[in-house]
T-cell receptor, first 114, second 116 residues
Framework: DGGITQSPKYLFRKEGQNVTLSCEQNLNHDAMYWYRQDPGQGLRLIYYSQIVNDFQKGDIAEGYSVSREKKESFPLTVTSAQKNPTAFYLC?????????????FGPGTRLTVL | AQKVTQAQTEISVVEKEDVTLDCVYETRDTTYYLFWYKQPPSGELVFLIRRNSFDEQNEISGRYSWNFQKSTSSFNFTITASQVVDSAVYFCALSEDSGGYQKVTFGTGTKLQVIP
């Protein structure tokens, strides 16, 4: 079945550590996104990529980094520079960005800083 | 700048009651899309509906219906005869073109609890 997978489901990090969240899709979608969700807030865009080897900062990119070496994969690294990384992270993908299609979401990764 | 407001933070209803979730948006564009997503406790957002700015027809899908009114910039979502499985957080979202990229803005969500 086609879809988006994210791993791990739960992740615990010590302060000062970098961690990488995985996002893989087999929908053949060009565009991929990372969002952060905090309690009582909507989804906020961290990074997005419209095509392989290209990505752009979203609204809250500071302290995060991404790569897009393959169409299927868009990993997110939460660096030690991110001051408040505890949150729920959602990855999404979409058919070509020239059309107003809906986004498909993965199941999310809940990151907790100890 | 685009903005989506979901003023209802949490709603509780008894099973079989009807419930309407409000969504008000702001945009300067004439071409835009509106969406509703459902986020059950498992966390994954599930797409429910998309509506473009030129189509103000209301839509019904089973127990779900949507009322789009450009005059009031609203895109409200009604669940008829609610069920426990409808308990979730519901997000309204607005998508408009931003230099070739579709910028999507989400509301803060409405948490719906259906009590058996």
């Amino acid at each position: 079945d086609g879809g988006i997978t994210q791993s791990p489901k739960y992740l615990f990090r010590k302060e000062g550590q970098n961690v990488t969240l995985s996002c893989e899709q087999n929908l053949n979608h060009d565009a991929m996104y990372w969002y952060r969700q905090d309690p009582g807030q909507g989804l906020r865009l961290i990074y997005y990529s419209q095509i392989v080897n290209d990505f752009q900062k979203g609204d809250i990119a500071e302290g995060y980094s991404v790569s897009r070496e393959k169409k299927e994969s868009f990993p997110l690294t939460v660096t030690s520079a991110q001051k408040n990384p505890t949150a729920f992270y959602l990855c999404a993908s979409k058919r070509p960005t020239s059309s107003y299609n809906e986004q498909f979401f993965g199941p999310g990764t809940r990151l907790t800083v100890l | 700048a685009q903005k989506v407001t979901q003023a209802q933070t949490e709603i509780s209803v008894v099973e079989k009651e009807d419930v309407t979730l409000d969504c008000v948006y702001e945009t300067r564009d004439t071409t835009y899309y509106l969406f509703w997503y459902k986020q059950p406790p498992s966390g994954e957002l599930v797409f429910l509906i998309r509506r473009n700015s030129f189509d103000e027809q209301n839509e019904i899908s089973g127990r779900y219906s949507w009322n789009f009114q450009k005059s009031t910039s609203s895109f409200n979502f009604t669940i008829t005869a609610s069920q426990v499985v409808d308990s979730a957080v519901y997000f309204c979202a607005l998508s408009e073109d931003s230099g070739g990229y579709q910028k999507v803005t989400f509301g803060t969500g409405t948490k719906l609890q259906v009590i058996p």
